[in-house]
């Protein structure tokens, strides 16, 4: 079975400095992986996805992530952080069956400090 | 264009009620996927619908059902509504229903149950 781990409940960052959220999956197969962030009170906001091709994926809002299949991870990843990004991240993998449902981590909370 | 909908975005049920919640995708949108977000961990697939035919079903009881109209809108029924039921209900929509595609989310119902 599919299954993401997010080693990390909180990630602190000043603003202006890199910031890096862990992602580790187990999969059979080729991974289908997704970044989501999540505002309070909202729904979860699609930020990118690795499908196949280049390593460096570049998404919504600057964001970027690094798929490395021998290290079986795919960690996002922002050169400079904004207050504003603080929230909840979600890293998803897909399900390879006939639902393609998405298996998400427990979450990172991520807060940038002014 | 508009988001995914959902309706209502609060309610309050008391134990033992019966409960429906809507949603409307992405206008084109075929596929319609239903997750249960409990406070503090990752949404939890429940349902996944494409051409109104169910294509997936997470592990929850049959309590749980759902179903999807003509027009590609759904609704997700809960019976018999416990106290561990209280969470954020998630809706999804995508294009179609292949692993390549990411899922766009609605804003949620917010469904505590007493």
């Known amino acids: 079975a599919q299954s993401v781990a997010q080693p990390e409940d909180q990630v602190n960052v000043a603003e202006g400095n890199p910031l890096t959220v862990k992602c580790t999956y187990s999969v059979s197969g080729n991974p289908y992986l997704f970044w989501y962030v999540q505002y309070p009170n909202r729904g979860l906001q699609f930020l990118l996805k690795?499908?196949?091709?280049?390593?460096l994926v570049k998404g919504s809002y600057g964001f970027e992530a690094e798929f490395n299949k021998s290290q079986t991870s795919f960690h996002l990843k922002k050169p400079s952080a904004l207050v504003s990004d603080s929230a909840l991240y979600f890293c998803a993998v897909r399900e390879v069956d006939s639902s393609y449902k998405l298996i998400f981590g427990s979450g990172t909370r991520l807060l940038v400090r002014p | 264009d508009a988001g995914v909908t959902q309706s209502p975005t609060h309610l309050i049920k008391t134990r033992g009620q019966h409960v429906t919640l809507r949603c409307s995708p992405i206008?084109?949108?075929?596929?319609v996927s239903w997750y249960q977000q409990v406070l503090g961990q990752g949404p939890q697939f429940i349902f996944q619908y494409y051409e109104k035919e169910e294509r997936g079903r997470g592990n929850f009881p049959d309590r749980f059902s759902a179903r999807q109209f003509p027009n590609y809108s759904s609704e997700l029924n809960v019976n018999a509504l416990l106290l561990g039921d209280s969470a954020l209900y998630l809706c999804a929509s995508s294009g179609q229903a292949h692993s390549s595609y990411e899922q766009y989310f609605g804003p949620g119902t917010r469904l505590t149950v007493t």
């Open positions: 206008s084109g949108h075929k596929s």
């Open positions: 690795y499908i196949t091709g280049d390593n």
